[in-house]
């Protein structure tokens, strides 16, 4: 019904840059809240950032000022800008949100999740 893609991982290194994309289809009737989670081998998955419809934001705070979060609701669209990368940010990267579906008639609010892009920073 609804898919969650997710693009734009990749290697790079200490103090460099990546931007993720993600795009959600699928029998949409409206997003709420969309957002970017991680995690690292043998952590618990955290959240990272998160944007509502309304536009109020939220980070983790050991990615404050250094990552930027930003969506498209036209393209059902949420995009992560990461900048002064730090070794500690290596992980998985999924995107999540927060969705009403409708189909046949009936509408439905679930949670729904990308299968995740890989982020490693290393020299």
């Known amino acids: 019904q609804v898919q969650l893609v997710e693009s734009g991982g990749g290697l790079v290194q200490p103090g460099g840059s990546l931007s993720l994309s993600c795009a959600a289809s699928?029998?949409?009737?409206?997003?709420?809240?969309m957002g970017w989670y991680r995690q690292a081998p043998g952590k618990q998955r955290e959240l990272v950032a998160s944007?509502?419809?309304?536009?109020?934001?939220n980070y983790a705070d050991s990615v404050k000022g250094r990552f930027t979060i930003s969506r498209d609701s036209a393209k059902n669209a949420v995009y992560l800008q990461m900048n002064t990368l730090k070794p500690e940010d290596t992980a998985v990267y999924y995107c999540?949100?927060?969705?009403?579906?409708?189909?046949?008639?009936?509408?439905?609010?679930?949670?729904?999740w990308g299968k995740g892009t890989q982020v490693t920073v290393s020299s």
């Open positions: 944007i509502t419809s309304g536009g109020n934001i």
């Open positions: 699928g029998n949409i009737f409206s997003i709420y809240t």
């Open positions: 999540n949100a927060d969705i009403l579906v409708q189909q046949r008639g009936v509408r439905r609010r679930g949670d729904y």
